[in-house]
């Protein structure tokens, strides 16, 4: 019964290896075409954090790294 147990761990192990390699290398494989390293990063008004240009918030020439970080930002001026 033992042995059946840790045979069935060890099944386990190797299909969630495989499962992450597999994964970890078509997600290298998908990101780089979207994130070219060309690509021009916009700081955050509030915050400063540098983000991608495509994901990046821009409202009136004015960048933000998230939704959050632009109401945030106008809420502080009014
Ligand atoms: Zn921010």
Partial sequence: ??????????????????????RTSEGLRKR???HPASERMVACAHCGLHVPESEAVIVDGVGFCSP?????????RA
């Fill in 1 to 22: 019964m033992r042995t059946l147990i840790l045979f069935l761990l060890l099944l386990a192990g190797i299909y969630f290896a495989r499962r992450l390699l597999a």
């Fill in 32 to 34: 780089q075409p979207r």
């Fill in 68 to 76: 959050e970080h632009r109401r945030l930002h106008h809420d502080d």
